[in-house]
Nanobody, 122 residues
Framework: QVQLLESGGGLVQAGGSLRLSCAAS????????MGWFRQAPGKEREFVAR????????YYADSVKGRFTISRDNAKNTVYLQMNSLKPEDTAVYYC???????????????WGQGTQVTVSS
């Protein structure tokens, strides 16, 4: 089992920045690929970014490319999502998730955090 705990959400004005963290515990000795997803009210959960646990290869949704950066610190079992130039449409609950596969599909992820709210005001 893997437990994931997100932090770092909050309220920010448009154009501002936030950094989300996701701390993993449990069977973290296994190599999991990590993803960030988000879900806005009334919308489906959507992929934001992912990173492989070993090589650190990254991939982003088009909507965040060039503004968000995913990174990881294996020694701390933590994944980060640096969000810059935030827009009101980025408002959502952000979730981190762990998967043994390299995928952008939420159904391929085995473990999920409880989510952290990000609100961007205009």
């Amino acid at each position: 089992q893997v437990q994931l705990l997100e932090s770092g959400g909050g309220l920010v004005q448009a154009g501002g920045s936030l950094r989300l963290s996701c701390a993993a515990s449990g069977r973290t000795s296994s190599s999991y690929n990590m993803g960030w997803f988000r879900q806005a009210p009334g919308k489906e959960r959507e992929f934001v970014a992912r990173i492989t646990w070993t090589a650190g290869s990254t991939y982003y949704a088009d909507s965040v490319k060039g503004r968000f950066t995913i990174s990881r610190d294996n020694a701390k079992n933590t994944v980060y999502l640096q969000m810059n130039s935030l827009k009101p449409e980025d408002t959502a609950v952000y979730y981190c998730a762990a998967s043994r596969r390299i995928s952008s599909g939420p159904h391929f992820y085995d473990y999920w955090g409880q989510g952290t709210q990000v609100t961007v005001s205009s």
